[in-house]
C-alpha cells in the first residue's frame, strides 16, 4: 500500500468518524435538553443493548476479520474466491444463533424487570434497540467483508450516513416522542447504511457451513475474548450506576462518555485500517515477509505521532467544557467533573489502540486473554465498590478512568516486546506513549482549577496557557515523528492518484 492510500484511508476514516461522531454528540445534546439528565440516562441505559448486541457474534466476526483478508488477496474485484464465500455464509449461520441468544436474554431481562433503574422504560424501546443491535450485526459482516478487500471509503460513508440520518432523525423526533422518536431515527439510518453496504458488497445471504463457521469463532475467540473484556471495561460505570444509583445519575455522567468516545475515535479509525493488512501480513498473504516489517513501522509511527499530537487536543477540550456545558446544557453542570476525569481516562487507553490491534491482528491474542480478563475484572471490582459507597458521577469516572490506565499500560508494555529488541528502545516507546498524555493532563487540571469555572475569557486565557506549557513535550517527543509528512501525504493523498 502507498503512503498516501494509507494516510488517506486512516484521516479519511477518522474524518468521517468524527463528522458522524459530531452528529451523535449534536443529537446527543439536543436529546439531553429535551429528555434531561433522568431521561437522558435511560437513553444511556438502553445503549447497554446496543453495545452487547455487537458481540452476539460469538467471536465470527473476529475469525472472520484475521481469515477474510488473506482468502481474499489477489482476488479479482468483481469476484470472491470460493473459500471466501465459506467464510462470509458461515459467518452468517454463527451470527443467526448468536443473535438469537442475545435476543432472548435480552428478553427475559425485561421480563424479569431488571435493571430496577431501567423499568421505567417499558417494553418497547428496549425491543426497537435490540431491532437495531440486529442490524447491526448484518453491518459488522458487510463492513468486515469490505476492509478486508480495501473499501475503507465504502464502509467509513456507510458510517456516516447511519449516523447523520439517524441521529438528524432521532433530533427532529426526539421533542415529540422522546426515546422512541430517537430509535425510529436511528432505525432508519442503520437500513440506509445497511443498503449502502450490500450494494458495494453483494455477499452471499445464505448461512451455511456450520463447520466454517465454528472454525472462525475458535479462529477468533481469543480475539473475541479480548474485545469482550475491553467492553466491559467501558461499560462497567454505567453497570455500577444502574445499579447502586439512578438514571439521573448516569445521565450526569453520560457527558464523560461522549467525551470519551471523541476521545478514542481517531486512534480507533487508524486501527480499522492497519488492522486487515496487520492480519494478512501475519497468515502469509503475498509478500508476508516484507509486509510484517513494513506494518509493524507503521503501527510505531503512527502510535507515536498519536500519542503526541492527542493529549493537546484532549487537554483544550477539557477547558472548555464547563462554559459550552454551562450555556448548552445548564442541568448537567454537575457532570463535568466526571467527564474530565474519564477524557483523561481515554487518553490513557487511546494511546494503547495501536499496540493493542498489531498484538491481536499479528496473532498474540491468546497472550493477551490473561491480561484483558483479569484487568477488566480488576476494573470492575474498583468501579463496584466506589459506586457503592459513592454512587455519583466523579468518583465512579475516577475508578473507570484508574482502570482505562492500566488497561492501557499492560497492553502499551506487552506490545513492546513484539515491536522491538529488548534495550532503550523499548523504554523510549513506552515514555513516548504516555509522559505527553500525562503531561497535558497535569496541566489542563491545574490550569482548570484557576479562575471562574464556566467563565468563557478564563477558558481563553487556560487555553493560552495549557498550549504554551505543552509546547516542550510537543517538541520532545515529536522529533521525528513526521507529524509534517503525515500533513502533507493526507494533502497530497487528497489531489494526487495512487
Not at 435511560?42 to 472472520?64: C, F, H, K, R, V
Not at 463492513?143 to 449516523?163: I, K, P
Request: aromatic residues 8%; glycine residues 10%; contains cysteine.
Amino acid at each position: 500500500m502507498h503512503p498516501r492510500k494509507l494516510v488517506r484511508d486512516a484521516l479519511g476514516l477518522a474524518l468521517s468518524s468524527y463528522i458522524a461522531r459530531a452528529a451523535l454528540l449534536a443529537r446527543g445534546v439536543v436529546a439531553a435538553a429535551a429528555l434531561g439528565p433522568k431521561g437522558y440516562g435511560g437513553w444511556n441505559a438502553l445503549n447497554l443493548i446496543l453495545d452487547y448486541g455487537s458481540y452476539a457474534t460469538l467471536g465470527a466476526i473476529q475469525g472472520l476479520d484475521l481469515e477474510l483478508p488473506a482468502a481474499v488477496a489477489g482476488a479479482p474485484e468483481a469476484r470472491l474466491p470460493e473459500r471466501a464465500r465459506r467464510l462470509l455464509a458461515g459467518t452468517w449461520w454463527i451470527i443467526g444463533l448468536g443473535g438469537a441468544l442475545f435476543s432472548v436474554v435480552v428478553v427475559a431481562a425485561l421480563v424479569s424487570g431488571r435493571p430496577a433503574a431501567a423499568r421505567a422504560l417499558g417494553m418497547r424501546a428496549p425491543l426497537l434497540m435490540l431491532a437495531a443491535a440486529l442490524l447491526q450485526l448484518a453491518i459488522q459482516v458487510h463492513a468486515s467483508a469490505l476492509r478486508a478487500c480495501g473499501e475503507f471509503g465504502t464502509v467509513s460513508r456507510a458510517a456516516a450516513f447511519q449516523v447523520l440520518i439517524g441521529g438528524g432523525t432521532g433530533v427532529a423526533l426526539v421533542w415529540r416522542f422522546g426515546i422512541e422518536g430517537m430509535l425510529w431515527g436511528w432505525l432508519a439510518g442503520t437500513a440506509v447504511a445497511l443498503g449502502m453496504l450490500r450494494r458495494r458488497a453483494p455477499i452471499p445471504l445464505a448461512p451455511a457451513h456450520p463447520a466454517t463457521g465454528w472454525s472462525l469463532v475458535r479462529a477468533g475467540f481469543p480475539v473475541f475474548v479480548f474485545f469482550t473484556a475491553s467492553l466491559i471495561l467501558r461499560s462497567v460505570d454505567r453497570l455500577a450506576l444502574l445499579h447502586y444509583g439512578n438514571t439521573a445519575d448516569l445521565g450526569q455522567y453520560s457527558l464523560g462518555l461522549m467525551a470519551a468516545g471523541l476521545v478514542l475515535y481517531l486512534p480507533e479509525s487508524a486501527a480499522s485500517v492497519l488492522y486487515p493488512r496487520i492480519a494478512a501480513a501475519a497468515r502469509g498473504a503475498p509478500g508476508a515477509t516484507e509486509a510484517r516489517a513494513r506494518v509493524r513501522l507503521e503501527v510505531t509511527r503512527a502510535q507515536r505521532a498519536l500519542a503526541v499530537a492527542l493529549p493537546l487536543v484532549v487537554a483544550l477540550a477539557m477547558l472548555w467544557a464547563a462554559p459550552v456545558v454551562a450555556v448548552l446544557l445548564p442541568a448537567f453542570r454537575e457532570g463535568v467533573p466526571a467527564l474530565r476525569l474519564l477524557a483523561i481516562g481515554a487518553l490513557m487507553l487511546a494511546v494503547s489502540t495501536l499496540p493493542g490491534y498489531f498484538l491481536l491482528g499479528g496473532g498474540h491474542a491468546p497472550r493477551l486473554l490473561g491480561f484483558g480478563v483479569a484487568a477488566a475484572a480488576l476494573s470492575a471490582a474498583l468501579v463496584f465498590g466506589v459506586a457503592a459507597r459513592a454512587p455519583r458521577p466523579a468518583p465512579v469516572a475516577l475508578a473507570a478512568a484508574v482502570g482505562y490506565a492500566v488497561f492501557g499500560l499492560g497492553l502499551v508494555v506487552l506490545s513492546t516486546r513484539e515491536l522491538f529488541p529488548p534495550g532503550a528502545e523499548r523504554w523510549r516507546f513506552l515514555a513516548a506513549s504516555f509522559v505527553p498524555a500525562l503531561w497535558a493532563s497535569a496541566l489542563a487540571l491545574t490550569a482548570s482549577r484557576l479562575g471562574t469555572e464556566a467563565s468563557w475569557p478564563a477558558a481563553v486565557l487556560r487555553s493560552v496557557a495549557v498550549t504554551a506549557g505543552y509546547l516542550p513535550a510537543l517538541w520532545w517527543f515529536g522529533r521525528g515523528v513526521g507529524l509534517k509528512r503525515v500533513a502533507r501525504e493526507w494533502l497530497l493523498a487528497r489531489t494526487v492518484p495512487v
